[in-house]
């Protein structure tokens, strides 16, 4: 059945369609707001509809539901957000466990600890040759490491520091190859845990040497 609207029902059918369209991503209102509009927009088109051509059920029917569904998915929304906090929240509980662990993150920094030195690599394949060079704060080598071979994956080493007397940090760098071809190699900084926290969404770390980690960067807990 065909429907014939007035000037002014006609008005306010797009306002009514629109109500879930791109208006409704650029507003940010709560459902119930949402809801008293619709009923305004809704009861305004029902006054002004052509009596000899009213508004047939079905049509009744989709316009309610499209708020209906407005709602239920803002409501879902809410509902979701407010489990990811509490999900963040029980995360960050259990990991207190992890307080006081070393642990290995991407970087190059070189922990130093009783008179030791100690790093990691992730290795992308086996290599037969594996060093590692170390560096002062300010690009001087220091001293280089002959690792030999090594299988692929994550690896860790350690290096006698009780001779190095310098105050600056050290930093490494891992050169690896099989058979003369270059083996991809990337550098694990080993650190400890002092403290755990969040961000309302996110977990974050706080390391021995001041450095903030997420849970995500974390390659292994030792």
Do not use: C
Request: net charge negative; hydrophobic share 40%; charged share 15%.
């Amino acid at each position: 059945m065909a429907i014939t609207l007035t000037p002014s029902a006609q008005a306010s059918q797009p306002a009514l369609q629109n109500l879930t369209g791109s208006s409704v991503a650029a507003e940010k209102t709560d459902a119930t707001s949402q809801q008293d509009r619709f009923l305004k927009l809704l009861v305004a088109q029902l006054n002004n509809q052509d009596p000899m051509n009213p508004m047939d059920n079905a049509q009744l029917t989709s316009q309610t539901a499209q708020i209906s569904t407005v709602s239920g998915i803002e409501q879902l929304n809410t509902n979701l957000l407010a489990l990811g906090k509490q999900f963040t929240a029980m995360q960050a509980v259990q990991s207190t466990t992890m307080i006081g662990h070393d642990v290995l993150t991407s970087g190059n920094r070189l922990e130093i600890s009783q008179g030791q030195g100690r790093g990691g690599m992730e290795l992308a394949s086996a290599a037969d040759k594996v060093s590692v060079q170390i560096f002062s704060a300010g690009g001087q080598l220091v001293d280089t490491l002959e690792l030999g071979s090594m299988a692929a994956g994550r690896q860790e080493f350690a290096w006698d520091a009780s001779k190095y007397s310098g105050a600056s940090a050290l930093n490494f760098k891992v050169a690896a190859s099989n058979a003369g071809q270059g083996v991809a190699a990337n550098a694990l900084a080993r650190d400890t845990i002092s403290s755990i926290g969040t961000d309302g969404s996110a977990m974050s770390f706080a390391l021995k040497s001041g450095a903030i980690v997420r849970y995500e960067q974390i390659k292994a807990v030792l």
